[in-house]
């Protein structure tokens, strides 16, 4: 079965702190993987997206990494600001199959910074 | 437009009346999602369209859901006899097409969502 899980479910960091937040995948076959930053009160919006090919990529101070072999991925954010706070959700892509649009989607990391 | 529009962005209902709720899709983009997100939880897929037809309706949790979309743009979700734990967000989203393959094109935008109340 198709499943993208992810971790902590929650996480509080200080203003200035780094944090990495994990996400394993058993999406089969594999087509790319997802990061989506959403807002309280909004829609998620695309960090990053990455290939089979692609280990790591960055989009400003958030780093995003991919072991196919293990199917896992990293979310590492550097320097947090306050801003940072919102949910982070990992999807994955499914090279083919239909159900869902061939997407999967993680619960989300609900992520808090404090002052 | 820009991006993508829901309509209307709040809805109060009361239990057992029907409610529609509007999708207006980035031009041009061919697939168009819905999700439900309830409080704390993740996104629950509904269903998708490509173009006007609806390959997966498989989210669909009852009859009393339907969906449409007309003309390859705008899409209408309507729930009949509304229940409160339908209370939710309802999210859309569209891409350039379905999501098959890498690369920036594959991207889905999403809507601000339609939160939904049902008392």
């Known amino acids: 079965k198709n499943q993208v899980e992810q971790s902590p479910q929650s996480l509080i960091i200080l203003e200035g702190k780094n944090c990495t937040l994990q996400?394993?995948?058993?999406?089969?076959?594999?087509?790319?993987l997802r990061w989506y930053k959403q807002d309280t009160g909004r829609g998620p919006v695309s960090l990053t997206i990455?290939?089979?090919?692609?280990n790591t990529k960055s989009n400003g101070r958030y780093t995003a990494t991919l072991d196919a072999d293990t199917k896992q991925s990293s979310l590492h954010i550097t320097a947090s600001q306050l801003s940072d706070s919102a949910s982070y959700i990992c999807?994955?892509?499914?090279?083919?199959?239909?159900?869902?649009?061939?997407?999967?989607f993680g619960k989300g990391t609900k992520l808090s910074v404090k002052p | 437009g820009a991006g993508v529009s829901q309509s209307p962005s709040n809805k109060v209902t009361e239990k057992g009346k029907d409610v529609e709720l509007r999708c207006d899709p980035i031009?041009?983009?061919?697939?168009l999602y819905w999700y439900r997100q309830s409080l704390g939880q993740g996104l629950e897929f509904l269903i998708y369209?490509?173009?006007?037809?609806?390959?997966?309706k498989s989210g669909l949790p009852s009859d009393r859901f339907s969906a449409e979309r007309t003309g390859g743009s705008v899409s209408t979700l309507t729930i009949q006899r509304t229940q409160q734990e339908d209370s939710a967000v309802y999210l859309c989203?569209?891409?350039?097409?379905?999501?098959?393959?890498?690369?920036?094109?594959?991207?889905?935008?999403f809507g601000a969502g339609t939160r939904l109340s049902v008392l």
């Open positions: 989203a569209s891409s350039p097409r379905v999501p098959s393959g890498g690369g920036a094109k594959n991207i889905q935008y």
């Open positions: 996400c394993n995948y058993t999406v089969s076959p594999f087509s790319n």
């Open positions: 990455m290939t089979f090919s692609e």
């Open positions: 999807v994955v892509s499914a090279l083919r199959g239909g159900s869902q649009g061939n997407l999967i």
């Open positions: 031009s041009g983009h061919t697939a």
């Open positions: 369209f490509q173009g006007n037809s609806a390959p997966d």
